[in-house]
């Protein structure tokens, strides 16, 4: 990965709706950050609404990269994220600047974070094609078992409607006959290849439930259907990766007339809590991290940010 490991890394991320967004910017603007987005959906141009993206008032100056840099129907996967993300990394770094990893994807962290190998392995397509057509003929939920049986610990850390990770799971397994949460538990023991200060921000579970919910119904509020319907006026399809998105995947079923628009927003809320809830899970398996919990600050910013950039200054990253 050619990182140098004197190299700084702030990273920032914690369950969706906690409020990351905004105290990374600043928290950027404190000790002359730059951000980093791990949001694996904010990589799509006009995916605004569903995704949460951060609007240029909201940066406040602060430079963020990985935002808006594919179209919807184009691949994106954690390769490419590592690669943009490290090569990110260099650039800000050699600005002299602090880069800042925000964002919740913990998957996506964990591969910049530990340089993790993601080499591509022998690849069986009769195989991937007899998974394809059971996702089609059976639905996410069967194949999500048949990964649950053979790699629980993945069905646990992948949603079941996420075919591009379950299929490659179970394709490994099928190839090597190791889960490929054993491969991935083997390149987590990796040392970073930073010089990290891994910050993972809390509240308390029905708060983080509430802002869901609010969450939510403003983005119908600001047009949420509306920016699906141009979405697949432009030729976004429900089996693209960028289509798998919490909030566009519903309002697509929606769209086909598979569900009324109150289920839509009801599957929404639910599968978004549910999503909260597995970043959490993930976060507590992760190394080394620094807990925030925003109710032990009394959600004062201030606070927040003194207690960070203390830790900061422990690691000796200089700001």
Known sequence: MNANTNSPLIILTGPTAVGKTRLSVSLAQRIGGEIISADSMQVYRHMNIGSAKITPQEMQGVPHHLIDILEPWESFNIMLF??????????ICGRGHIPI????TGFYIQAVLYGIDFTEEAQDGAYRERLERLFAQQGAESVHDMLRRCDPVSADAIHPHNRKRVIRALEYYHLTGEPISAHNETQHKKESQYNACYFVLNDDRQRIYERIDRR???????GLVEEVIRLRAMGCRRDMVSMQGLGYKEILAYLDKEMTLEDAVYRIKRD?????????????RERDVIWIDKGQFRDEEAAVLAFMQEKIKERGIRI
């Open 216 to 222: 939510v119904e403003e983005m119908l509020a600001d």
């Open 101 to 104: 990893l925000a964002g919740g």
């Open 272 to 284: 978004t809590r549910h999503f909260a809830k597995r970043q959490l899970t993930w976060f507590r």
């Open 82 to 91: 590592q690669r943009y993300a490290e090569t990110a990394v260099r650039e």
